[in-house]
């Protein structure tokens, strides 16, 4: 008797916290789609700020920020960004190795957001110098975003790692 009633006991118990976990997935699963909502209407009224915090050059090690500003401000059709480079070389000018400064126009700006993975990618080219650089930022649901920084022949020059706002 006192086996049966443990067994009892113990399969009550786990249909009890089977169904508090199925609860508590349903709840992180809505909470998620508000907020990739949210994300999703911030950058598709292209007015967001990105503030990256890490970095990592093309094959290196990530690296964190520090205190310096970096950022990626887009409003409308234009962009405003301040970006720390890592041993960056012109390809036209191999001795500059000055940071990204860049404001002006944005050119051929593509939104793609794909809601089963609560993902979206931007992407578009900027001029820097006289190289022309494809940004594409990988967004999460949550805000959280990686930004690479590539010259047209695609090879990674940097990555960033952050928030948008």
């Known amino acids: 008797m006192k086996k ?98 860049y404001e002006g126009d944005i050119s051929k700006y593509d939104v793609d957001i794909d809601e089963k993975k609560n993902t979206i990618n931007v992407s578009y080219f900027i001029k820097f110098r006289a190289n022309i650089l494809k940004v594409d930022m990988l967004i999460r649901a949550n805000g959280y975003t990686k930004v690479t920084l590539a010259p047209r022949d695609n090879t990674i020059l940097m990555t960033y790692y952050g928030n948008i706002e």
């Open 4 to 101: 049966v009633t443990l067994l009892l006991f113990v399969f009550i118990g786990s249909l009890a916290f089977g169904q508090k976990i199925n609860d508590s997935k349903a709840n992180k699963l809505e909470n998620n789609n508000v907020v990739f909502k949210k994300t999703k209407e911030l950058v598709e009224s292209k007015s967001f700020k990105f503030v990256a915090q890490w970095k990592r050059p093309g094959t290196g090690t990530r690296e964190t920020m520090g205190n310096i500003l970096n950022y990626i401000i887009v409003k409308d059709e234009s962009i405003r960004c301040q970006l720390q480079l890592y041993n960056f070389k012109s390809l036209s000018d191999p001795e500059n190795t000055e940071d990204i400064y």
